[in-house]
């Protein structure tokens, strides 16, 4: 099944995603895979199921994924996101805890605010990439990817193992729960109507426990991976299916499932990146453009994993960045090698790609040598032996919508 969709979607582009599909760190044995609450849902409306991240997951729908993506931008899609690792830290030293294996200043947060982090290493390489959320119950709700769910788990479970032996009070645990993301400028008016409280109360980056269309015990955190407004909302299980057909069913606006295809082609466009791509354990994030994770408190403080590497790199700049590119012709994909404008110095590599359903134009992103990291550089991308005209370009490449009221 696997060969079939490769073969037939290939040529939109989406060479990364299904590489990561593909690759044993992301894919199980048959026998093996798991499936969100939702799956006979997403059956019955007719996805294509692949494996991803260890699980069974919808890559598109009926429509296709030119026209899902298309339909976030301009109304609102819903994607399963169950896959991905929820957990808990309870205890009083659980912003101690956090700080010891992020960048963020979690003790600055307020109640009800998160941000996006990274786990680091030693060497200032980034574990995973997540969103971490200090709520007004008094405990941290963390949101990490799938792929590095059984990763970042141990790492955390070792760092909880630690603080505990020491007699310091954490406590992790896995939330087991559905989680659907509602993406695009029509969000609010489909959600709304089932709300216990006001989206205009809930800015970019913040979160609340409240009750969706009659579930109780749901969170709403206002952020997604489209750069559209949007919201994930957290629900338990057994309530997932009859809220999904509540938004589905919605008269404000024209609701559609997107797949794993558009997710990935949109978070390309809103210049987000995808771990194992994009980021690994062998970028920091200086070079990968995301400086502005570490908080100036804990810089004051420099005691975050790879502190010393990551300081000196802000202080002194790195010697590569991650940058966009917009070109045209045949697609960049991923692992394409970058040159000079002269075509003679290898200065990089690409690590995602894909042609924008919504500007028409073929863009990627990649890491080049600092000195070639200016907007507007040109350079040549190899794309299948013939070299081809890429201009650096400023991410994202679609303006980003998030709700920041002013």
């Known amino acids: 099944m696997m060969v079939g969709i490769i073969g037939k979607y290939r040529p939109f582009c989406f060479h990364h995603l299904y590489k990561t599909i593909k690759s044993n760190r ?12 939702l799956y006979d849902f997403h059956v019955a409306e007719g996805a294509k199921i692949v494996p991803f991240a260890g699980w069974e997951m919808p890559v598109q729908y ?84 799938a792929g590095c769910a059984d990763k970042d788990m141990a790492h955390m479970k070792a760092k909880e193992a630690e603080f505990q032996k020491n007699g310091l009070d954490v406590k992790l645990t896995t939330i087991e729960t559905a989680l ?16 216990d409280f006001d989206l205009n109360s809930l800015p970019f980056m913040t979160t609340i426990s409240a009750k969706v269309f009659g579930a109780e015990g749901c969170r709403v955190t206002r952020c997604g991976y489209t750069g559209e407004d949007g919201v994930e909302i957290s629900i338990p299980s057994n309530c997932a299916v009859d809220v999904l057909s509540s938004l589905m069913s919605s008269p404000k606006a024209p609701v559609q499932l997107i797949g794993l295809g558009a997710r990935d082609s ?37 005691d975050f994993p790879g502190a010393e590497i990551i300081l000196q790199q802000i202080k002194s700049k790195p010697t590569k960045r991650r940058v966009g590119f917009t070109s045209t012709g045949i697609p960049v ?41 200016k907007n507007g550089t040109k350079v040549k991308i190899e794309v299948r032996q013939k070299m081809i005209d890429a201009d650096v370009t400023k991410l994202p490449f679609v303006p980003s919508n998030y709700f920041i009221p002013s």
């Open 180 to 195: 659907l993301a509602v993406q695009g400028p029509s969000m609010k008016k489909v959600l709304q109507p089932g709300l």
């Open 62 to 145: 009926k429509s296709g994924i030119i026209k899902e993506h298309l339909h976030v931008r301009k109304e609102v899609g819903i994607f399963d996101v169950s896959h991905m690792l929820q957990t808990r830290v309870d205890g009083k030293d659980r912003k101690k805890f956090m700080e010891s294996l992020v960048v963020l200043d979690v003790e600055d947060l307020k109640p009800n605010q998160g941000s996006l982090t990274v786990f680091t290493n030693e060497k200032g390489g980034i574990i995973d990439d997540l969103i971490v959320s200090n709520t007004s119950e008094g405990y941290l709700y963390v949101v990490s990817n």
């Open 266 to 302: 949109l978070r390309l466009e809103a210049g987000l990146c995808l771990y194992g791509n994009d980021i690994d354990e062998t970028t920091t994030p200086v070079e990968a453009n995301l400086t502005w994770l570490v908080s100036k408190g804990r810089r004051a403080k420099a």
């Open 333 to 373: 994909r991923g692992h394409a090698k970058i040159y000079s404008q002269d075509g003679k110095e290898l200065i990089g590599e690409v690590t995602s790609g894909c042609p924008s359903p919504s500007l028409n134009i073929n863009v990627s992103m990649g890491y080049v040598k600092t000195a070639y990291a």
């Open 26 to 37: 992301f894919s199980s044995k048959a026998g093996e895979l798991k499936r969100t609450c």
